[in-house]
Antibody, heavy 119, light 110 residues
Framework: EVQLVESGGGLVKSGGSLRLSCTASGFTFSGYGMTWVRQAPGKGLEWVSSSTSSSSSIYYTDSVKGRFTISRDNAKNSLHLQMNSLRAEDTAVYYC????????????WGKGTTVTVSS | QTVVTQEPSFSVSPGGTVTLTCGLNSGSVSTSYYPSWYQQTPGQAPRTLIYNTNTRSSGVPDRFSGSILGNKAALTITGAQADDESDYYCVVYMGSGISVFGGGTKLTVL
């Protein structure tokens, strides 16, 4: 079964850091791009960051550039999101998703991990 | 700044047909934007419905279909069922790795 499981969420103070992880199973992780999508409480979905399969290309939405870093360890089938200088507006459920670079869409989703930034 | 527009809410009767749309604040959505559609029920992860404008994701029933209508991408649900009551999001690909979600449409089936 193709599966993505996020972890690492929690409560952190404004200005703090958190590292999210996403563990993949059921498919050849090194062959796929990956992405992070977040959803603030009561709000819509927002694309955050994507990485190609080899990390050769990495992309961020403007609001997290310079603060968040996406990375992956293909040997461990894992994707990470290092989040620094966290702000209240980063409070959200963070979803990991498999990103298909042929038609630029997400086709497999994790259940999400919750990040709460307190001011 | 790119803004992807969707109807905030829509309602449909059971068995009815509804078309949700996805536009751009500047310009038209075409197949070149590879529009995709996602369904989300409260408290759950999104589910991929449609990608590349009109290709159904694996396991998605054929009553969900995607298209371009005029200058917008569209998601049509034919024969709506009670469990179609969800939030629906479109995504357009802007190039250079950037994807933009629409604000979502809350669909009520009643």
């Amino acid at each position: 079964e193709v599966q993505l499981v996020e972890s690492g969420g929690g409560l952190v103070k404004s200005g703090g850091s958190l590292r999210l992880s996403c563990t993949a199973s059921g498919f050849t992780f090194s062959g796929y791009g990956m992405t992070w999508v977040r959803q603030a409480p009561g709000k819509g979905l927002e694309w955050v960051s994507s990485s190609t399969s080899s990390s050769s290309s990495i992309y961020y939405t403007d609001s997290v550039k310079g603060r968040f870093t996406i990375s992956r360890d293909n040997a461990k089938n894992s994707l990470h999101l290092q989040m620094n200088s966290l702000r209240a507006e980063d409070t959200a459920v963070y979803y990991c998703a498999r990103w298909r670079g042929n038609y630029f869409h997400m086709d497999v989703w994790g259940k999400g991990t919750t990040v709460t930034v307190s001011s | 700044q790119t803004v992807v527009t969707q109807e905030p809410s829509f309602s449909v009767s059971p068995g009815g047909t509804v078309t949700l749309t996805c536009g751009l604040n500047s310009g038209s959505v075409s197949t070149s934007y590879y529009p995709s559609w996602y369904q989300q029920t409260p408290g759950q992860a999104p589910r991929t419905l449609i990608y590349n404008t009109n290709t159904r994701s694996s396991g998605v029933p054929d009553r969900f279909s995607g298209s371009i209508l005029g200058n917008k991408a569209a998601l049509t649900i034919t024969g709506a069922q009670a469990d179609d009551e969800s939030d629906y999001y479109c995504v357009v690909y802007m190039g250079s790795g950037i994807s933009v979600f629409g604000g979502g449409t809350k669909l009520t089936v009643l």
